[in-house]
């Protein structure tokens, strides 16, 4: 059984690699924008897993603690929020065009197109990222959540909830997420119809008024 | 006429206050998560109009560019999202108990109860907040705009095309806005029933995994 | 005793407190600046004392822990730093100056004209800082350390030692100690020599090439 | 000649360069400070030089503007603050061990051992980083300063004082420049001198009173 000082050290190259990962990936996004381009990226968020949610899963997946680095592939976790849904396809385009280069893209998961049965959607990329550390190169997992804002807004609610009810919601409430997921959806697919207007006004906006 | 000089002078106090509000309105918000507590807040951003913005508004409304500190309310401007749409009124109250203390609000604007023929939606809030400079206390207007996440997403895209069109959108994208609008407004409506559930959810969720 | 938890929640508004007063005092440095005039302040740094240190020093001078936060004048602290001795001295002014509107000075300690046995030099003022909480206003005791660089390194150095040592530092380390601190007081001596040319060149070189 | 857009182009990969790095950087403190070891780095600043800056060192160094990306090493600079001599040389030891995997170590001026003759110290080192942009790998030079925080202390004094003269600092206040060299380098010797016991007591002091 880890200690905490040996779980603090071994979570010191995940931190890093988020920390690189947001700066690299906002960076994209900032290149847009200096070139007055309307950027498929809106923001970026990342996170390292808390130790007691890494316990957690590992026991609910039967994943030994030895082998959590090789199997749970969400320990270090980046989210890229969207405008729209053919935002996310362009974002999931340029990460396969980097990989071989800072990063290699492992493999995806596409909750877009095969949402599940909850409701969730989100496109995940699970990449391979090199961090140096005093010990020389670690490689390690780090999963890149692509989304439209709807979608993370529904996200955010249905993790609360799983976490009330500890995965067992009860059938009504059920009900209610697949309704707001609908509506989620509803949305994302209204601002697709005007998103090519959009994406050519983003431009002048920006050469005008950006603060 | 100002020039350049006289203008960036004239900002640095709207600068101060939108700096100085951001810190106290995510004080608001961390105090409920410290506490393990659902916060009616979900993330604040603030920004200072640019100039070239700030005169063309004063010409579209004609007013005299020495009267602009006292009637263009929205020079600092701060935004308030919240998750759900009894978290504005909440983050209202919470506005309206503050004031005499270290801000006053001066009069508010619903565009929830009452939208904007565009299908605008926010609450506004314009207060009066003194900033201490080297010439001793100056106090300026600013104004905040509380919304949900769904109404942030809508706005951002109306003010787009807007500005592409300068004011004169097309009637069809005109149509498809407002058909946006509703699905917004259909997303937050779906969301306020399952609201009560993620309020004690979210705090139980706190307790056990955040990162 | 406290637990864990009632710490936290006595610790919210000192946490507040830094938060504020760093962007305060930092706008202080951004408002000569924007206005290419040189700054008697060069960086603001702030931080919240620790759990373990607070109790710490509670039992070294015998407060009682129901007393701490009116006798621990140092739970918040905020380290203020100068290029220049005479730089001290106008910061200090300029905190005089603004008593009374958005905090009060209480009272000063001048630890560069009377340095500490030990070579400590630093000029110590004493706030009263409104902070709003959930529970209304709350007045909070702050500490303002103002230093020049070399006074701030040195002063980190005998810091690391007197921990070390639990204050009984060995009479030879002492020694170095007292040699350093003269080297640092002859760094700031020199540099006062040549502090009025820099004040005029600072602005000019702004002008010409901040980056 | 480059316009405004060009330049500003032109600079993204090294505003980029310059945010990595520092990231990169500021994690090997953090990694040692994690592990509550004695960290070589103190802190970590970048910035990228402004155009004015770029063709004014062009003109008085003959570089052609063509050849400003592979003549001017410094147009993307990190400064790296140590407490102590010995410090900077196990800093530069760090650089030359991650040569060849992130980045790569070109060469290096070693201003402690030889001083500029105006009293200028820091330790250089050139190297060569691979940025992403949207065209592809792009390599370019980054210039890493090390120094103690009395060297750094000197230097911006000297800096500032050059700007006003225009590299023609007269006589008498050059010659106090050269004193003041020579107190930050006795403070500098004077602290290593007990660099090692403070060694020791960082790490004691970390463990117990870190904030």
């Known amino acids: ?85 053919d935002d996310i396809y362009e974002v999931v385009n340029l990460l396969y065009d980097r990989s071989g280069k ?32 005093a010990l020389g190169t670690k490689e390690i997992l780090v999963e890149l959540q692509i989304r439209t804002l709807a979608m993370n807004f529904w996200a955010i609610i249905e993790h609360s909830l799983s976490y009330k009810y500890k995965s067992k919601i009860p059938e009504d409430i059920r009900e209610r997420l697949r309704n707001s997921a609908l509506a989620a959806t509803r949305l994302d697919e209204e601002m697709t119809e005007i998103s090519k207007e959009v994406r050519n006004a983003q431009l002048m906006f920006e050469e005008k008024s950006n603060t």
């Open 1 to 85: 059984m880890k200690v905490i000082r040996e779980w603090k050290t071994m979570l010191i190259p995940y931190e890093q690699a988020v920390e690189e990962l947001k700066v690299k990936l906002k960076a994209i996004r900032n290149q847009y924008r200096e070139l007055n381009e309307y950027s498929p990226i809106e923001f970026v968020t990342g996170r390292v897993k808390k130790i007691s949610s890494i316990i957690e899963k590992a026991e609910r997946r039967n994943i030994p603690l030895d082998n959590i680095e090789e199997e749970m592939e969400d320990i270090a976790g980046l989210r890229i929020m969207c405008q729209f849904i």
């Open 102 to 133: 800072d990063f290699t893209v492992l493999y995806e998961k596409d909750y877009i197109k095969n949402p599940k049965e909850s409701g969730y959607k989100s496109y995940h990329v699970i990449i391979k990222y090199p961090v140096q550390t």
